[in-house]
């Protein structure tokens, strides 16, 4: 086996650059017998990592929480963990491991032992709510433990520490292991939820008291803050981004001490829900579970929560980056799961520019992109053009990776395991490129599609970078503030916004203005590391802290272009006079700050798209290449000094036969002819084409459209879909 390490946010093999074309197989689900014809399937279709969940209810063996684990066999074939790593090493995986400790997978309490849950073990403290209601998991309605509990935590880093025992053996490049992912969407799947949500139990409360504490203040006078409580100064605002540094802090201090528990030499991943508002599930028997308490006035603020409490900047020593894109169908820009009609599909692609907004926050892998659940998600979850399409955005927006989610439809698990999702449906998923007898179906096709390209050009691929334009600057205690507030006003001032009313507008604007959006955590980065990104933007807000407005001068004054829109802070977060930032401003106007600059609008240009773009030209920010239909949307990679391009398209349109391109500034122009949703990437070098990957055959619309693709004399042309390599 290679040698592994990780830099960048990719893989490197042997130091070379490992383009993760990944696949989900849940062993757990299946016959023992099956899992090395299933595995060699996969790996026939050019997948090159498998990943699995490692679920502590199924190994733990009968008789309560401290009789043991199954890792062997022994008790269940199924249940043989270390023959199912054999056999993926024997196909020629590499392999992620993904041992929670909670993992959902649609499992009973997540995945989690019923002896762990307050539901069924006495002594042990639910998660709560703002109400003090515990949390519940939407499955079973088995309430969740609390993070901090002791009994749990004890129980929980005992079982990563027998799972990291049997997993050591295996690490590369003794063996296929070559990265771990700990809990799923952070702690019991809450990465955008509500601020409100979470946290409100004994056991973690204690870490907000120190928290206060540490604030020169008395925790006893700052209980946690409740939904419907009045924001209407800089105290009671200051007091939300305590909480909210606090929510971050669990699931940080979680993921930090559950990877010392595991004890193993990898690189360790997260895998963040995306920048979604709240997406329902098809859930058998509907109504175990209302799910979080979110007033129709505060649904809109998704983004500031999600950008509030996971800090991925921040967290870089602890985590890489890795994400879930459970937003919706991107093709169609639906994340409505009751719209199932084409002609229903909104106007305006959002899902599409959310898809975007989560690859672009930080390079890293997709780490389940939904193949096949076409019943607990959407319908047009089974149709190729749907998930293909979905995983060439993650991947042009930044990923340096995908995990097809499930690979194979399982069929082999009893009540113990999953007592719900069966009644919905008899595989798990309902539809996936396997299915249980070996059988494969057009999915795995478009799977096998992927691979091939990917196999072939992935590499190449990472040694490149998406040409980032302008970036977004998150400042989480604005996120944190905003995150609670539907109204535009605390006190006298204007809420600040971060994420609503900012980084959405931003990167819908930027997008279709032709340029890429970037995004970095204003706080985790050195000046000089944020000025050599170029033009930065950010919505100012009433109360900033000292060290902070000082950072941003510094960035300016390392060479940044910092467009900085709305009411520049007065005050610290503590309601201190502060104002060196105001200060240094021309306010409506242009600052030289030394060799950079900082130009401030009061009004929000971010939501004024055309305005904004404008500014931005006017800044200097031009699109390095042009389209040529409104529906077109491209990402172009490459190389400083490089002859190598990447150029990804992808038509939002829904005619046949449209005739376009993409042209690279000063450089080559790419002819195109697609159909309704047609999307592709070529490779380019020294401005000729090398290979070809398009994906012209429509499934959900059943549509097989005439494709092509050409620069100058040097054309692929056909119907449906086409792979070629080595044109030149």
Excluded at 35 to 41: D, E, H, S
Excluded at 176 to 185: K, M, T, W, Y
Excluded at 671 to 689: D, I, N, Q, S
Aim: glycine share 10%; aromatic share 10%.
């Amino acid at each position: 086996m290679p040698e592994i390490a990780y830099r960048d946010g990719r893989f490197l093999a042997d130091g070379r650059p490992l383009f993760v074309a990944g696949v989900d197989y849940q062993y757990y689900r299946d016959r023992a017998d099956r899992w090395a014809a299933r595995l060699a399937q996969l790996r026939a279709a050019r997948c090159n990592v498998v990943t699995f969940y490692v679920p502590w209810r199924h190994h733990a063996v009968a008789g309560g929480p401290d009789a043991g684990f199954d890792f062997t066999g022994a008790t269940r074939p199924n249940r043989n963990l270390v023959r199912f790593v054999e056999l993926a090493a024997a196909a020629g995986f590499l392999a992620i491991a993904k041992p929670g400790p909670f993992v959902h997978s649609e499992l009973n309490v997540g995945g989690l032992p019923d002896a762990v849950s307050p539901s069924f073990a006495d002594g042990i403290e639910p998660v709560r709510d703002h109400r003090g209601a515990p949390m519940r998991w939407g499955y079973d309605g088995a309430e969740l433990p609390a993070p901090l509990d002791p009994t749990f935590d004890r129980l929980a880093l005992a079982w990563l520490a027998a799972v990291g025992d049997v997993l050591r053996p295996f690490v590369a490049p003794d063996g296929p292991v070559i990265g771990v992912q700990l809990n799923d969407e952070t702690l019991y799947c809450t990465a955008n939820s509500p601020p409100w949500s979470f946290g409100y139990d004994e056991p973690d409360l204690a870490l907000h008291r120190e928290i206060v504490a540490a604030a020169g203040l008395d925790p006893d006078r700052e209980p946690p803050p409740r939904l419907g409580e009045p924001v209407d100064d800089v105290h009671a605002a200051a007091r939300l981004v305590r909480w909210a540094d606090y929510q971050w802090r669990i699931r940080r201090d979680a993921f930090a001490r559950y990877r010392r528990a595991l004890a193993l030499d990898l690189p360790a991943l997260s895998n963040l829900a995306g920048i979604t508002p709240p997406i329902e599930e098809n859930v058998p028997g509907g109504g175990v579970d209302e799910g979080p308490e979110v007033p129709a006035s505060h649904a809109r603020l998704y983004a500031d929560w999600w950008l509030a409490q996971n800090r991925v900047d921040r967290d870089r020593d602890v985590a890489e980056y890795g994400f879930v894109s459970w937003l919706g169908v991107a093709a169609y820009g639906i994340d409505d799961l009751r719209t199932v009609s084409v002609d229903e599909a909104p106007a305006e692609n959002r899902v599409f520019d959310r898809w975007v907004a989560t690859a672009a926050r930080r390079r890293g892998i997709n780490l389940e992109e939904n193949w096949g659940f076409a019943r607990l998600y959407h319908p047009f979850s089974k149709e190729p053009i749907v998930p293909f399409f979905q995983t060439l955005v993650s991947v042009a927006a930044g990923a340096t990776g995908w995990v097809v989610f499930c690979g194979v439809q399982h069929d082999h698990w009893d009540d113990d395991l999953d007592r719900i999702t069966r009644r919905q449906q008899p595989t798990f998923p309902s539809d996936a490129p396997i299915a249980p007898d070996g059988a494969t179906n057009p999915l795995y096709d478009a799977m096998t599609l992927l691979g091939r390209w990917f196999e072939r050009e992935g590499e190449a691929l990472l040694r490149t970078e998406p040409t980032v334009d302008a970036t977004w600057l998150v400042y989480p205690p604005w996120a944190a503030i905003s995150g609670w507030v539907a109204g535009d006003r605390i006190g006298e001032h204007e809420t600040p916004r971060c994420g609503v009313d900012g980084l959405e507008p931003f990167t819908s604007a930027l997008l279709r203005a032709g340029l890429f959006p970037g995004v970095a955590e204003l706080d985790a980065f050195e000046p000089d590391e944020l000025a050599a990104r170029g033009t930065l933007a950010l919505r100012l807000g009433f109360a900033m802290d000292a060290a902070v407005q000082e950072r941003l001068l510094a960035v300016a004054r390392a060479g940044a272009t910092i467009l900085a829109c709305g009411a520049p802070p007065e005050i610290d977060l503590a309601g201190a006079p502060c104002r060196s930032l105001r200060d240094a401003l021309v306010i409506g106007g242009e600052a030289a700050i030394g060799s950079g600059r900082i130009v401030h609008r009061a009004e929000n240009l971010f939501a004024a798209p055309e305005r904004l773009i404008a500014t931005l030209a006017a800044l200097g920010v031009a699109p390095r290449h042009r389209v040529g239909h409104r529906d077109l949307r491209a990402f172009v990679h490459t190389a400083p000094g490089g002859d190598d391009a990447f150029i990804f398209f992808f038509h939002l349109g829904r005619s046949d036969g449209v005739e376009t391109f993409v042209e690279i500034i000063d450089g080559p122009r790419l002819e195109l002819t697609v159909g309704p949703k047609t999307c592709g990437v070529a490779h380019v070098r020294a401005g000729r084409l090398v290979s070809v990957l398009v994906k012209g055959r429509n499934e959900v619309e059943g549509i097989e459209s005439a494709v092509r693709v050409a620069i100058g004399a040097e054309e692929v042309a056909g119907t449906g879909d086409l792979l070629r390599f080595d044109i030149r």
